[in-house]
């Protein structure tokens, strides 16, 4: 069995943050190109994982080491696949404000804001939950 990547748990809230503050900038703007730009954010998130995702690169760099040490780690799976859900709402968000549907736009765009919100005011991520429940779902695999 392969470890798995451990994260600060600091860094996806700080990146929860960012991402409720350029939703929100989406939705008062209805920007399909902004929020193309956050999609690009979910998908290096996603598939390359979180060391290379731009806002955990900033809090890596820039807010980390004001924080002090690292008190408590966990699997970054869960986080990775919380960034794939919300890549699929910012993909039909900005598909949604770019092909001329701006509610189609502002619902996929408030679904992902409320997830990033909840997660980065209390600490609740629902894509980790739901990454939790597929995995509890799936047949256990056997050699």
Known sequence: MTPTRQVDVRGPRFGAWVTTV??????????????AVQAVVF?????????????????????APRLGPVTEREDEAPPRFA????????LVGTLG???????????????ALVAALLNAAAGFCLGCELYLLVRRARPARTH
């Open 22 to 35: 350029v939703l929100a900038v989406v939705l008062l703007t209805g920007s399909g190109w902004l929020l």
């Open 43 to 63: 998908a290096v998130g996603a598939f390359a994982g979180l060391r290379y995702a731009p806002y955990g690169v900033l809090f890596r760099t820039l807010v």
């Open 97 to 111: 404000y770019l092909a001329g549907a701006p509610l189609v736009g502002a619902v996929a765009t408030g679904l």
């Open 83 to 90: 960034q794939l859900v919300g890549f699929g709402f910012a």
